[in-house]
């Protein structure tokens, strides 16, 4: 399909190099994925306008004594309403994560421009349609329990398109660096898609969701014409994704030994000289082959709670923030903003720390052990002054989102490039989908249990995120032992020790 629909030749003639078609790659990218969040965001925000404290907004006009939830919006307005709003929440999620393990293997075989635009024009305007339901004056819980799940769905086009096309571009070299700062989409979509939803949300929330949706179509159609997939459409040469052991550098042991498939390594040159090589793709990896590379499914159950603390403060700071430190809706959303801050420089800290050390698990594992008393430091001091309050949403931010951006682009990136595929870049999108699709399963199950818990108080609530993250950091204990013999394999040769 790929070799059927061409790129357009817009883009051809204009850019002279690889490093302006990276670049153009990571820009649009970047862009794609700011949008997605950008209209995950309004939601959150919305919540405490769905159902505020009617009290403090004077007599009721309806003149009934007894109806003291007369400003919210039904079906939000009983008492139950945070299980309802835990029932959105979920809908969306548990709909990401079940798309999520399907969507890769479409991403394996469908042009990945069309894959990802074509998402992101359903996605605007399924977002936009939960912002219709206000002006449509709709007060019926399924229409937006509908709306939910249809965004869910359509939002799995996203990750996978996004991590693959970087894949393609970038090597292994400094991946966790780019891509820790690459990473900072989801921050930037968090904080743009806070502010757009405040800046309505007590007016006509109803565009806190239109305005969002517009753009991410917007976003979409340039995606459209101008994004390019493989370096191979343009004739660059593809990057380096592991290094290249000695039987790679020896071209006869290639060919005699591995076949065609270990192209990665090769420059353009190469694939001239071997005219059967370009006209044989490799097959996409099935889902049991993904699951079979080393580090797949600890990274995966890893994600699973590490991605349940991170989606759990997405949906529910800013409602966490009006109700314990007593702010206005748009106060709570532009404050709740911090912590996204915090989270694009956890990010590339996180990055830049692995690329240094060689040691994912270990970076990850480090930030979640420092995360759990951060937690539990926030809840019970974090509202004692704003300038408090501000420092403890930054770091915890970090620490949170840290080993959560790490392990969704660098780790999903490397695992995806594995040296035991033997260049075989048809694993990009079905390794990032397995992974992002078992953290999406920690994703709708934390703003659900947030949802039940927080009834009984937000202690349990915090109580309940760092048992995640101490999970979390457990299940990549074998990872981080094998990270930490790697390191003391050259140290004790060094000292003149026999390794075993």
Request: proline share 5%; hydrophobic share 45%; glycine share 10%.
């Amino acid at each position: 399909l790929r070799q059927l629909i061409p790129v357009p030749q817009t883009l051809t003639s204009p850019l002279p190099s690889s490093h302006s078609y990276r670049g153009l790659t990571l820009v649009l990218t970047f862009l794609s994925y700011t949008s997605y969040h950008l209209s995950r965001k309004p939601i959150s925000i919305v919540k405490s306008q769905l159902h505020p404290n009617c009290s403090t907004l004077g007599p009721n006009p309806h003149n009934d004594s007894n109806n003291t939830n007369w400003c919210s919006w039904a079906p939000f307005d009983g008492d139950n309403y945070k299980e309802l709003f835990g029932a959105l929440d979920n809908a969306f999620l548990v709909a990401y994560a079940i798309g999520m393990f399907i969507s890769g293997i479409f991403g394996e075989r469908l042009p990945l421009r069309y894959y990802l635009s074509g998402g992101m024009v359903l996605s605007g305007l399924f977002t936009a349609l939960f912002g219709l339901g206000y002006f449509w004056d709709i007060h019926v819980l399924w229409y937006f329990i509908v709306v939910q799940v249809c965004n869910g769905l359509v939002q799995t086009t996203g990750w996978p398109a996004v991590v693959a096309c970087v894949g393609n571009w970038f090597g292994k070299g400094k991946r966790g660096l780019i891509m820790g700062i690459w990473n900072s989409h989801t921050s930037v979509g968090n904080i743009l898609g806070s502010l757009i939803a405040g800046a309505w949300v007590s007016s006509a929330w109803g565009l806190s969701f239109v305005v969002p949706g517009i753009i991410i179509i917007i976003v979409g159609i340039i995606c459209f014409f101008f994004l390019v997939e493989y370096p191979e459409d343009v004739d660059c040469s593809p990057p380096l994704h592991h290094v290249m052991t000695t039987s790679e550098k020896d071209p006869e042991a290639v060919t005699s030994n591995e076949g065609p498939l270990s192209l990665s390594g090769q420059s353009s040159v190469d694939h001239s000289n071997s005219p059967k090589e370009p006209a044989e793709e490799p097959e996409a990896i099935s889902f049991l082959g993904a699951l079979r590379i080393p580090g797949v499914v600890e990274f995966s159950l890893c994600l699973l709670f590490a991605k349940l603390v991170s989606y759990t403060f997405l949906y529910w700071l800013p409602l966490y923030i009006v109700n314990v430190a007593h702010f206005g809706a748009k106060e709570a959303g532009d404050l709740s903003t911090l912590f996204d801050a915090g989270g694009i420089l956890g990010g590339i800290f996180a990055g830049l720390i692995s690329d240094y050390t060689g040691g994912r698990a270990t970076t990850c594992c480090v930030m979640l052990v420092v995360a759990a008393p951060m937690l539990f430091l926030y809840n019970h001091v974090g509202q004692n002054g704003i300038g408090t309050s501000i420092a403890m949403l930054i770091i915890c931010g970090a620490l949170v989102n840290g080993p959560y951006a790490l392990i969704t682009t660098a780790v999903s990136a490397d695992l995806g490039t594995h040296e035991s595929l033997k260049g075989n870049a048809k694993a990009l999108s079905t390794v990032t989908a397995i992974i992002d699709g078992t953290g999406s399963v920690g994703a709708a199950l934390g703003p659900l249990l947030a949802g039940l818990i927080s009834p009984t108080g937000w202690n349990n609530v915090f109580y309940m995120l760092i048992a995640a993250d101490v999970l979390a950091c457990l299940l990549l204990a074998r990872v981080v032992v094998k990270e930490a013999r790697g390191w003391c394999g050259p140290m004790a040769r060094q000292r003149g020790y026999v390794v075993t």
